[in-house]
């Protein structure tokens, strides 16, 4: 329960630097210099909220009881629905079929690969820890 409300809070303050920080970005780079009270809210919210299923689902990694399939369908499985209702329902990703399908592609393709690298990061770690132990006395 610790470890769960300290990602949370984790998650959520980097969910809030984020839309603060992209907020920003919009008013220094963009044509927009006065900012919309109530869609700032509602992105700012959905970015904290983002946040927090980002940084709380990898915790299904730890459940020893689960194969690495098993963690890993639970785990893509619940961000991908968390975020895709979150980016339809607030309008990062527009509801017509060509904006839907790339943004699922780009979703598949940056999971793969964060997962991959994660993968391989750690079958290295465990291979070297391993090794560690052939050598202790």
Not at 100 to 129: D, P, Q, R, V
Not at 130 to 135: C, F, I, Q, T, V
Request: charged share 10%; aromatic share 22%.
């Amino acid at each position: 329960m610790k470890t769960f409300l300290f990602r949370s809070f984790i998650g959520i303050f980097f969910g809030a630097f984020l839309a603060v920080l992209m907020t920003y970005s919009i008013i220094l780079f963009g044509d927009i210099r006065v900012v919309d009270g109530d869609l700032f809210i509602r992105h700012s919210l959905g970015s904290m909220f983002c946040g927090w299923f980002f940084s709380v689902t990898p915790l299904f990694f730890e459940i020893s009881r689960l194969t690495l399939l098993q963690q890993t369908l639970l785990h893509f499985g619940t961000v991908f629905l968390l975020y895709f209702v979150l980016s339809f329902g607030i309008g990062w990703v527009p509801l017509d079929f060509t904006s839907a399908l790339i943004a699922i592609l780009l979703f598949l393709t940056i999971y793969l690969l964060i997962w991959t690298g994660f993968y391989i990061y750690f079958k290295a770690e465990s291979k070297k820890l391993n090794e560690d132990l052939k050598h202790l006395p």
